[in-house]
């Protein structure tokens, strides 16, 4: 599951937390030089991106920067937005559904 926009793959979002407490719900990865953005919710209710530099002029930079629910939500909205465009129906209801879920939290 996935799609591209120009150098940029575009993954679904995971199912549940992984073993850190976080949830990967934005996934983009891109192969030239090699890098990675995630945007992900956190079990005590707080949303991050994550930007790792594998390759190139900032390799093994790693920044972190904490967002709002707002900012959270319409990320997820311009994704879903762009799996819409590209056919990737499945990773547009997977959004869906997280969206609903962090707008029913009370964090």
């Known amino acids: 599951m996935g799609f591209w926009v120009g150098a940029w793959l575009h993954k679904g979002p995971d199912t549940g937390y992984d073993s850190s407490g ?24 707080q949303y991050c991106c994550e930007r790792n530099f594998i390759e190139g002029l900032q390799e093994g930079e790693r920044f972190i920067d904490f967002i709002s629910k707002s900012e959270m939500l319409e990320l997820i909205e311009n994704e879903i937005s762009l799996c819409r465009k590209y056919g990737e129906a499945g990773s547009a209801a997977l959004l869906q559904a997280e969206k609903e879920k962090i707008n029913l939290s009370s964090f």
């Open 22 to 45: 976080k949830q990967a719900i934005i996934k983009h990865l891109c192969f030239g030089p090699v890098e990675t953005q995630i945007w992900y919710k956190l079990k005590n209710g």
